[in-house]
């Protein structure tokens, strides 16, 4: 037995004979620089946090359509909501996205609304297991640019949608 490890160091230091071992000169100890666009979807995951939490329980309606009006605007823009006097210039469809995909995606729906100077948009979250349809008026009514929500109107949604309304500041606007 001792004869064959001899006989396989031997082989083993022969087919090694002529060859130079690496030198390592290089080091990868760095953190590996992130891409823009990861820092930048970072920083909105930031901001979002700051204003949608899910454990905020507004006094919303139980009975009859989901609405809400923030306490500053005035009880007439509920109605005209309803009414369908405001029609949305920006859309946003929630179907198939998680609550955290959703979150981002509401708040970069205001966001847009504000830089665009849209006073309406639409949001349609779905029927589906109805987590986004009980979770999206808690964050709506939490985040400052809402005035008031209300169900979509058969054309835009029915209740499978909401109507928000947007305080764009003093700016003019269209309805």
Not at 132 to 137: A, D, I, S
Request: glycine content about 6%; charged content about 25%; overall charge neutral.
């Amino acid at each position: 037995m001792k004869d064959e490890n001899d006989s396989d160091t031997l082989l083993f230091s022969q087919l090694i004979d002529g060859i130079k071992p690496l030198k390592q000169d290089t080091h990868h100890f760095k953190q590996p620089v992130k891409p823009k666009k990861q820092f930048e979807f970072k920083e909105r995951q930031i901001h979002v946090d700051s204003y949608f939490s899910d454990t905020y329980q507004p006094l919303l309606p139980v009975d009859g359509p989901m609405r809400w009006i923030n306490d500053s605007a005035d009880k007439l823009e509920l109605k005209r909501l309803r009414r369908g006097d405001y029609s949305p210039d920006l859309l946003l469809d929630l179907h198939g996205l998680r609550q955290s995909e959703a979150k981002l995606e509401l708040a970069a729906l205001i966001q847009a609304c504000v830089k665009q100077s849209s006073i309406c948009c639409c949001v349609m979250h779905g029927f589906g297991t109805g987590i986004l349809k009980q979770q999206l008026p808690l964050w709506l009514a939490q985040h400052p640019k809402v005035k008031a929500f209300h169900q979509a109107p058969k054309e835009w949604g029915g209740d499978a949608a909401l109507l928000v309304l947007i305080d764009i500041g003093e700016q003019p606007h269209r309805r």
